[in-house]
């Protein structure tokens, strides 16, 4: 089982930036398509972005324009630069990794809050 371990998250003032980070275990980010995920206190989990293992890259309506979703092959990471941060953007901030032919991994997440 691939391990996820998100950073990066903290208090935030609206209109600020964060940037998380997702590490996994082992040489598999280049050949899996990563993902973001957040849930907010009470609510659903909901999909943010994917970067697919070619590169393309896809985002909730929600944060388009405002967040980016990168990789680095060589350090096994997945990254969330999110821009221009609104309270709605607050939330737990999950890691998912898929391959074919094995079930999603998750990581534990990291804390995002947004203040007004």
């Known amino acids: ?14 209109g600020g930036s964060l940037r998380l980070s997702c590490a996994a275990s082992g ?8 993902n973001w995920y957040r849930q907010a206190p009470g609510k659903q989990r909901e999909w943010v972005a994917t970067i697919t ?3 393309s890259t896809n985002y909730a309506d929600s944060v388009k324009g405002r967040f980016t979703i990168s990789r680095d092959n ?5 990254y969330l ?10 939330g737990v901030y999950y890691c998912r990794l898929d391959r074919k032919y094995y079930s999603p991994s998750w990581g534990q997440g990291t804390q995002v809050t947004v203040s007004s």
């Open 74 to 78: 060589a350090k096994n990471a997945v």
């Open 53 to 55: 293992s070619g590169g």
């Open 81 to 90: 630069q999110g821009n221009s941060l609104k309270p709605e953007d607050t």
């Open 27 to 34: 040489s598999i980010v280049s050949i899996a398509t990563m």
């Open 1 to 14: 089982q691939v391990q996820l371990v998100e950073s990066g998250g903290g208090l935030v003032q609206a």
